[in-house]
Structure formats: structure tokens, C-alpha cells
């Protein structure tokens, strides 16, 4: 087994991990929490949502880590000046997203804001909340799914 094999493993285990996070919190923990009283609500979101983030940062350096390692095996970094290999802007774009939210945007201002704004506007700021996660799930499963077929050599 080489080292590309083993890195391609801890690649996608990483992003299940992480893309089926961000799928629970969308599709699950979101939608239940609906109509849950806001104080109650946002307490909740917190609790459980901090949990996931600290394996979502994880997964996030073990997903970059892999991914440089195979574009450097691989000898694939021209890939990113060919616009037909936009599967792998679309992986670098969704990484970038997700590491500047948790670890500079979070930390630094987001977390905040985001707690100023839940206690002014409960309603429109769980929908904020609810919207910006169908985004990044959106964006992380056509992703997720043009990869695998991209590195097939199953896209045109
Ligand atoms: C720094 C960011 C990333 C880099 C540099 C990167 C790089 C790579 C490379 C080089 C491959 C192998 C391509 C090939 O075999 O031709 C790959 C495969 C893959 N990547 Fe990424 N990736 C990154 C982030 C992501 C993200 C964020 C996702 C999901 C949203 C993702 C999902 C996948 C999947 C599903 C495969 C296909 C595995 C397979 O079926 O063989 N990657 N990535």
C-alpha cells in the first residue's frame, strides 16, 4: 500500500466525517430545533454545534493535509491552471470556506456577532443560520460528489 493510497483513505474519511457533520446539523439539528423557544434554542445550537466544531477543525487539517499530499504525489499542481479540473478549485474553494469560518471568522468576530444578533433578532438570525448551512451542504455535497467523479475520469 502507498503513501497516496493511505493519504486518499484519510481523505475521504475526513470528509465524511465532516461533510455528514455538516449534513446532521442542516438536515437534523437545525429543523428540530424549529419552533424550540429562542433562548432554549440558540443555548442548545451552541452546546451541540461547539462540539462538532472541534471535530470539524480536525477533520478540516487532516482533509488539507491529505489533499496537498496527493496533489504533491500525484504531480497535480498544474491542475489549477485548467479550469477543466474545476473539481479541484471547487475542493481547495469548500476547504478555504470552512477553515477561514472556524479558525479565523469564529474566534475572531463571527461568534459574537452571531450571539449580539440571536438576542435582537431571534427569528431572522435562525434563519440566517439555517440558510448559510443549506449553502455550505449544497456546496459541499455537489463537491464531494464532482471529486469522486472528477478523479474516475468520469467528468467530460
Ligand atoms: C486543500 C483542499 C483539498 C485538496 C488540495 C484536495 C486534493 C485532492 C486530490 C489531489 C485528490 C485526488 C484526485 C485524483 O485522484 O486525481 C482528491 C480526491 C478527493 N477529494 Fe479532495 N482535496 C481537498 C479538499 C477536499 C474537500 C473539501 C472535499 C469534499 C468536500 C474533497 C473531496 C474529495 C473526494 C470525494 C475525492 C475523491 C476520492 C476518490 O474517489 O478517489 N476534497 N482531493
Redesign the pocket.
Known amino acids: 500500500m502507498d503513501g497516496t493510497s493511505i493519504a486518499?483513505a484519510a481523505?475521504?474519511l475526513a470528509?465524511v466525517f465532516w461533510?455528514g457533520g455538516v449534513a446532521f446539523v442542516t438536515l437534523v439539528l437545525l429543523p428540530a430545533l424549529r419552533g424550540v423557544e429562542p433562548h432554549v434554542r440558540l443555548a442548545t445550537f451552541e452546546r451541540l454545534e461547539r462540539r462538532f466544531g472541534g471535530q470539524a477543525k480536525l477533520a478540516i487539517l487532516v482533509?488539507?493535509a491529505s489533499?496537498?499530499y496527493?496533489?504533491w504525489q500525484?504531480a497535480?499542481w498544474d491542475r489549477f491552471l485548467d479550469m477543466r479540473f474545476w473539481w479541484?478549485h471547487a475542493?481547495?474553494g469548500?476547504?478555504?470556506l470552512?477553515a477561514f469560518v472556524l479558525f479565523v471568522a469564529e474566534p475572531l468576530f463571527l461568534h459574537a456577532w452571531f450571539h449580539r444578533y440571536a438576542a435582537k433578532e431571534p427569528e431572522r438570525s435562525f434563519k440566517l443560520v439555517q440558510f448559510m448551512h443549506y449553502g455550505l451542504l449544497t456546496a459541499?455535497v455537489v463537491?464531494?460528489a464532482a471529486?469522486?467523479l472528477?478523479?474516475?475520469g468520469a467528468l467530460p
Open positions: 486518499r481523505h475521504v470528509v461533510i482533509a488539507g489533499g496537498f496527493m496533489t500525484l497535480a479541484m475542493m481547495l469548500v476547504w478555504l470552512f459541499s463537491t464531494t471529486a469522486v472528477g478523479a474516475h
